[in-house]
């Protein structure tokens, strides 16, 4: 409780002054987190949440990394810590918990990144009338994260990952209403459109519409598949904020492994291909590392 009040006191500021941030120039956020953890011993289709509760310490390791190699704000390991996902593990009524001892983990590893983004990403289950999610579960999946993430003092929270414009909406919608922090949205794209099929225009729309202060594409692919879909942001939308937090190239299988083959050097080439289309916030999906973010800045 003391930790939410303590969190709850330093909001009064944090949209206000992450969005001022924002107008000074290239924001850099970090790299991956679940291709980190590989690294350090997690398995193929285990939660990386999990680890939180049991195992910090490397997700605290791959925080300090990212600081380290030159990260203004780092995303917390909460993607998919929502009690809809959770509750797959076991872990449903734990999900506050989860969010908010990831919040103090992240907050204890860095020492020169300046904010701290909390990450939500989507329940994994496609809403009704395509599948048989009830938005009003979601809604309440979306409410309790951000709510813990928000009371545990993050200066903003990001809706990344997504493909449903629907669902985006409302985890945009829960983390506006979580406090008065600043919200960030990315949603996946393939080919110029998400897996629901949603454009980058009609993408921007809804999550600017939702009351998203930033928003654009992450995962997926590399930077240079991404160069379309930021191009059709910026001309449906010349003002907005835009982000762009891709992976380190399409992923391939080698003997068995899935290699992500975008270099730093290459990476941080393309990234700035991106900048200058008038992307602001960058930053590295799956198979980046805290290389990829020094060749970016």
């Not at 949440?49 to 310490?57: A, Q, S, V």
């Not at 810590?81 to 506050?96: H, Y």
Request: glycine share 12%; hydrophobic share 45%; proline share 5%.
């Amino acid at each position: 409780m003391e930790t939410r009040i303590r969190g709850r006191a330093l909001l009064m500021a944090n949209r206000g002054n992450f969005l001022a941030r924002l107008s000074l120039g290239t924001l850099v956020l970090d790299g991956g987190m679940g291709t980190e953890l590989m690294k350090r011993g997690l398995k193929q289709g285990e939660s990386p949440e999990n680890w939180i509760l049991n195992n910090p310490d490397p997700i605290k390791a791959v925080h300090a990394s990212y600081d380290a190699a030159g990260s203004e704000a780092l995303y917390t390991c909460t993607f998919g810590a929502n009690r809809v996902k959770l509750g797959k593990i076991g872990l449903a009524e734990r999900a506050v918990e989860i969010n908010i001892s990831a919040v103090e983990i992240a907050r204890s590893a860095r020492k020169n990144s300046r904010y701290l983004v909390g990450s939500m990403g989507p329940t994994g289950e496609l809403l009704e009338p395509y599948g048989d999610m009830e938005e009003d579960a979601a809604r309440e999946a979306f409410a309790e994260q951000a709510k813990a993430l928000a009371g545990a003092g993050v200066d903003a929270i990001v809706a990344e990952t997504f493909s449903d414009p629907n669902e985006i909406a409302i985890a945009i919608k829960a983390a506006r209403d979580a406090g008065d922090v600043a919200v960030l949205a990315t949603m996946t794209f393939e080919k110029g459109r998400t897996m629901m099929g949603a454009t980058p225009e009609k993408a921007a729309e809804v999550m600017l519409s939702a009351g998203a202060d930033a928003v654009g594409a992450n995962c997926g692919t590399g930077p240079a598949e991404l160069v379309e879909v930021i191009k059709r942001m910026r001309a449906a939308f010349p003002k907005a904020i835009l982000i762009a937090k891709p992976n380190a190239g399409m992923p391939v299988l080698e003997g068995g492994r899935t290699v992500y083959p975008l270099n730093p050097d290459d990476f941080g080439k393309q990234v700035k291909i991106l900048r200058d289309l008038g992307v602001t916030v960058v930053g590295g999906c799956c198979g980046t590392n805290p290389e990829h973010i020094v060749a970016l800045r």
